[in-house]
C-alpha cells in the first residue's frame, strides 16, 4: 500500500493530514508530520501535496551513510531512528522534498504508509493504493 | 516538556532598541487561557497610559492559546493594540496559519513596544528573533508583491505566516489591516497604521514544536468530536458551500442590506452581487486556514483583458465574502460584480479593511451628492453610486492624502463628518465604521457596546431575526442583558483562538473536556467567571483610554431607514446604553 495524492486541485491547505500525521506519536502540533502542504507560490495559486511515493529502489535509503531505513521490497521505507547519525543526506536525496525534519530530535521523518492522514482529508485529496 | 511551557511563554520585541527577551507568564495564562484574555493584560501592562496611537508608545500584542495547534478551528490569533480609529480598545483577529505559527515557534504571546529607526521586518523562526531590513519593501504599492518577496527569502514554506501591512498601514490610514496568507486579514481597527507607525513592515514566524498532552485518551476523542462536526455534520454548511457571501441575498429579502449608504434596505441589483452568482460565474477555488477542515475562504477568478493589445489577459485572484459585497457593494450601489470584484483586489492591496472603506466611500458619496463638499475637495473625482470605476481611483487618494479633505477620510467617517458634517449620515458606532446588518436595534446596540474587534460578531443580528420570526417584542434592557451575556462566553471563544463560524460546535461541554486534555481542570462556573472576568478588563481598558458611554452618538440614518424587526428610536437606543453602562460598571 502507498499513498497517493489524486488531486491536489481540491486541497485547501487546511493541514488537517498534516496534524493526523503528528498525532500518531501522542502529540499535537505539527513536529512530527511526515508530509507537508506548501502553497504553489502564494495561497493564490493552490497546494502542492508533499507525500512519500515509497519508491521501490529509494534514492533516500541509498544516501544513508549508515544505512537507517530499512526497504520494503514492495516499496516504501522505514526509518531505525537509533541508528541515524542526523546527516540530512536522505532530505537531500528525495528530491520531492518527502522526508520531513524533526527539529527536536534532530532525525528524519519518512512516512509508513499506514493512510491516517487520508482519513482526515475532507476533501479526497490523497487516498491508500496498492502499490 | 511540561505542558505549560509549551503555551506560556511571552516574547517581547523592543524595536526602538531591536532587542528581544522572553519571559515565562504562566501566571497570565493561567487566569486568562490565552488569545483575549491575555492580551489583555499584556496590552495593560505595556502600553502607556493615554499613548497616542501611531507612536512608540503603543503596544501590539498576538496571542495564541492551549488550543492553538492542538484543535481544529483554533486558528485565530489575537492581536490587541491601542487603536488609531477609535482612540481605545484595538483588537482584530486573524486566521491563515497565525495562530499554528506562533504557537509552534514557541510562544504563547508576542509582545511588540517602540519603533525601529529604520522599516525593519521580524523574522521569528524556531523561536530566534531576526530583524531585517524592509526599507525595500516600503512603499511598495501592493501588500501581495510584498508577501511575495518576503516568501522567496524566508524558510518554513509550508508551516509559516507572513503577516504584513501595505501602503495603506504605512501611511497611516487608521483603519488599515495587516494581511497573512494573502487572503486572512486582521482588519477593522488599525493594526497597520499601528506597525506602520513602528516602521514594521511585517512578521515572518514558522516553527514546529512538539505540543505535549495531559490526557491523550481524552485529547483524541474530543478532537474526533470536533472534527467529525465540522466536517460531517450541517453546523458548518452554510460556511463551506457558498459561504457568508450568500447572505447578499438572504438580508435583501428581509430589507436589511445596507444600500447606498444606508439609505435603503434593499439593493435592486442584489442578485449580480449575492454569492450564488458570484461562485457559478467566478469561483476558482477555496482554501482554509490552518487545522481548519471547513475551508470558507472563497476565491473568485477574474480575467480582464489588456486595454490595448490584443490576446492579452491577467487574471486576479480575490477571496470575497459578506462584508466585503455588502461594503463594497451594495453600500456604494455597485451592481456590476466584476467591476465589484476589482475594488475588492484594490482595497486588499493597499492592505485597508474593506468595511471602513466602503462605509467612508459610500458617506462621501452621499456629501457629494448632497452637495457638502466639493470637486475640488475629491480632487476632481466625481462621485456617482455604482461607479467602480471612480472609487478605484477614491481608495488610491485616500491611501496617498494629497489633501485635507482625503487625510480626514483616513482617519474615519466619524472623524471626517465631526469636520464636514453629514453626521447623520456618517455610519460608525463608537467611531468604528459598521458592518453589514441593518436587522434592528439589536445589531445595533450591539455595535455600540461590544468590546471586540469587528463589533460584527455580536449577537445583535440573531436577536433580530428571532424579532422578525417569532414576533417576540425584545425591550432595551433585554436585548442589553443577552447581548452581554454573549459577550462574556465569546471572551472564552477568543481567548482560545476559537473562529467564531466553530461557536456551534464549542460548546461549554467540549471546551470543558478539550481544557482538560490539555491540562486545565476547569468547572463550568470557572470558565463562566474568567469569561466575565475578561469581558470586564477589556471595558476597564476602555475606559482607562477615555472611552465613555455619554460621547457614544447614534447616526440618525439608523432611524431614518426602515429595519425589519421591531420598531427603535433614539429613546430605546439611548435606554439601552444607559443600562449597559450601568451593568458594565457593576462587573468594575
Ligand atoms: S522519501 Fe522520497 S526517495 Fe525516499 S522513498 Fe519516499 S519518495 Fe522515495
Ligand atoms: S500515510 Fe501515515 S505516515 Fe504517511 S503521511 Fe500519512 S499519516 Fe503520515
Ligand atoms: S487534509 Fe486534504 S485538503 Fe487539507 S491540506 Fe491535507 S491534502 Fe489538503
Request: proline share 3%; net charge positive; aromatic share 10%.
Amino acid at each position: 500500500m502507498r499513498l497517493k495524492v489524486i488531486d491536489s486541485q481540491r486541497c485547501v491547505g487546511c493541514q488537517s493530514c498534516m496534524f493526523a500525521c503528528s498525532r500518531r506519536f501522542g502529540q499535537a502540533g505539527l513536529a512530527n508530520t511526515c508530509m507537508n502542504v506548501v502553497s504553489a507560490g502564494g495561497m493564490s495559486k493552490g497546494f502542492k501535496v508533499i507525500v512519500c511515493r515509497a519508491c521501490k529502489e529509494p534514492p533516500c535509503a541509498k544516501a544513508c551513510p549508515v544505512d537507517a531505513f530499512v526497504v520494503n521490497p514492495k516499496g516504501g521505507i522505514k526509518l531505525k531512528p537509533e541508528l541515524c547519525v542526523g546527516c540530512k543526506n536522505c532530505i537531500d536525496a528525495c528530491i520531492l522534498g518527502a522526508i520531513q525534519w524533526n527539529e527536536e530530535t534532530a532525525k528524519p521523518l519518512a512516512c509508513i504508509q499506514c493512510g491516517l492522514c487520508v482519513k482526515y482529508c475532507p476533501h479526497h485529496v490523497i487516498e491508500i493504493v496498492e502499490h | 516538556m511540561k505542558i505549560e511551557n509549551s503555551f506560556s511563554k511571552v516574547l517581547y520585541i523592543d524595536l526602538s532598541k531591536k532587542t528581544f527577551f522572553v519571559e515565562e507568564r504562566y501566571d497570565l495564562f493561567s487566569k486568562y487561557l490565552g488569545g483575549t484574555g491575555v492580551a489583555t493584560q499584556l496590552l495593560k501592562e505595556n502600553c502607556k497610559e493615554g499613548a497616542d496611537p501611531l507612536s512608540e508608545d503603543n503596544t501590539l500584542v498576538l496571542a495564541v492559546s492551549p488550543f492553538a495547534g492542538v484543535f481544529p478551528l483554533a486558528s485565530k490569533t489575537v492581536a490587541m493594540f491601542k487603536s488609531p480609529l477609535t482612540g481605545d480598545l484595538g483588537e482584530s483577529h486573524a486566521g491563515g496559519r497565525s495562530a499554528i505559527s506562533i504557537r509552534s515557534t514557541g510562544y504563547g504571546a508576542i509582545v511588540i513596544n517602540g519603533k525601529s529607526s529604520v522599516p525593519v521586518y521580524l523574522s521569528i523562526h524556531n523561536g530566534k528573533v531576526r530583524f531585517r531590513n524592509a526599507y525595500t519593501l516600503w512603499g511598495m504599492r501592493s501588500c501581495f508583491q510584498a508577501g511575495a518577496i518576503i516568501r522567496e527569502r524566508e524558510s518554513g514554506s509550508g508551516i509559516r505566516a507572513i503577516m504584513r501591512i501595505g501602503k495603506a498601514g504605512e501611511n497611516g490610514v487608521a483603519y488599515s489591516a495587516v494581511t497573512t496568507e494573502t487572503y486572512r486579514h486582521f482588519g477593522r481597527l488599525g493594526m497597520g497604521a499601528v506597525m506602520g507607525s513602528k516602521n514594521l513592515k511585517a512578521l515572518v514566524v514558522s516553527g514546529k514544536n512538539s505540543i505535549p498532552l495531559a490526557d491523550k485518551k481524552l485529547y483524541r476523542e474530543v478532537y474526533n468530536e470536533i472534527y467529525d462536526a465540522a466536517v460531517k455534520s450541517d453546523v458548518m454548511k452554510k460556511y463551506h458551500d457558498i459561504g457568508t457571501s450568500g447572505n447578499v441575498l438572504s438580508l435583501q429579502k428581509i430589507g436589511a442590506l445596507p444600500t447606498k449608504n444606508l439609505q435603503e434596505g434593499k439593493f435592486e441589483k442584489a442578485k449580480e452581487i449575492d454569492g450564488v452568482h458570484i461562485a457559478e460565474h467566478y469561483l476558482g477555488r477555496r482554501v482554509a486556514c490552518a487545522h481548519c477542515p471547513v475551508g470558507c475562504i472563497h476565491i473568485a477568478n477574474i480575467r480582464e483583458p489588456h486595454p490595448n493589445e490584443p490576446y492579452f489577459y491577467k487574471t486576479a485572484q480575490v477571496s470575497y465574502d459578506y462584508e466585503l459585497l455588502f461594503a463594497l457593494g451594495s453600500m456604494l450601489g455597485i451592481g456590476d460584480e466584476k467591476g465589484m470584484l476589482k475594488l475588492i483586489d484594490e482595497v486588499e492591496a493597499y492592505c485597508l479593511d474593506a468595511m471602513s472603506t466602503g462605509v467612508v466611500l459610500a458617506w462621501t458619496t452621499e456629501m457629494y451628492e448632497k452637495g457638502l463638499i466639493n470637486i475640488e475637495q475629491l480632487n476632481g473625482l466625481e462621485l456617482k453610486w455604482g461607479d467602480w470605476e471612480t472609487y478605484i481611483k477614491t481608495v488610491e487618494q485616500i491611501v496617498n492624502q494629497p489633501n485635507d479633505f482625503y487625510k480626514a477620510l483616513a482617519k474615519g467617517v466619524a472623524h471626517a463628518s465631526k469636520i464636514y458634517g453629514g453626521e447623520d449620515f456618517a455610519l460608525a458606532f463608537g467611531k468604528n465604521e459598521m458592518p453589514g446588518y441593518h436587522t434592528g436595534p439589536g445589531c445595533h446596540i450591539g455595535y455600540a457596546i461590544g468590546t471586540r474587534h469587528s463589533h460584527l460578531c455580536n449577537a445583535g443580528y440573531s436577536l433580530d431575526q428571532k424579532m422578525i420570526v417569532d414576533g417576540t417584542k425584545e425591550t432595551p434592557q433585554s436585548i442589553v442583558d443577552s447581548l452581554m451575556k454573549e459577550e462574556k462566553w465569546r471572551q472564552i471563544l477568543s481567548s482560545l483562538n476559537l473562529c467564531f463560524f466553530a461557536r456551534g460546535i464549542y460548546t461549554m461541554d467540549v471546551i470543558k473536556r478539550g481544557l482538560k486534555s490539555v491540562g486545565f481542570d476547569l468547572t463550568e462556573e470557572e470558565i463562566n467567571s474568567i469569561g466575565e472576568q475578561i469581558y470586564a478588563e477589556k471595558y476597564s481598558f476602555k475606559f482607562r483610554e477615555g472611552f465613555s458611554f455619554a460621547n457614544q452618538k447614534w447616526p440618525k440614518r439608523i432611524f431614518e431607514t426602515k429595519s425589519p424587526s421591531i420598531e427603535f428610536d433614539p429613546k430605546f437606543m439611548d435606554e439601552a446604553l444607559a443600562y449597559a453602562e450601568k451593568k458594565i460598571r457593576e462587573l468594575l
